[in-house]
């Protein structure tokens, strides 16, 4: 199953919010506190991850355009700052079960990306 994510603020560094799609359903979560873009792009790779568990999704793959956030979370960049502890929280979420395969895609396909930029339309 595709599972896409998506995190942002406004302005950078501010009000961070997520959106997560799964199964053509759209959660978005705001009013998450004050960070950077990197912060709330951290949080919605791990809330993915949750909907994923709570929906009971099997072979799940997570889908974002962070390349940073991906990168670190794959181990191919290294984690600095709030990213390790974000690290630390994913790998604590993804327990036993190990972690999902998490893969870049472009901002103009990421659907959460969509369902945030549509918050903000107008």
């Not at 791990?46 to 962070?66: E, K, M, T």
């Amino acid at each position: 199953m595709k599972i896409y994510f998506d995190g942002g603020c406004r302005p950078n560094p501010g009000a961070m919010e997520l959106a997560v799609v799964a199964g053509g359903q759209a959660h978005v979560l705001r009013a998450l506190g004050h960070g950077t873009s990197m912060d709330a792009e951290w949080l919605a790779l791990i809330h993915a991850l949750r909907v994923a568990q709570s929906i009971g999704a099997a072979d799940v793959v997570l889908l974002g355009d962070s390349v940073a956030v991906i990168g670190q979370a794959n181990g191919t960049v290294k984690c600095r700052g709030a990213a390790v502890a974000h690290l630390a929280a994913l790998r604590t979420l993804a327990g036993a079960a190990g972690m999902p395969r998490i893969r870049y895609i472009k901002r103009s396909q990421n659907l959460a990306g969509i369902a945030l930029a549509r918050l903000h339309a107008g």
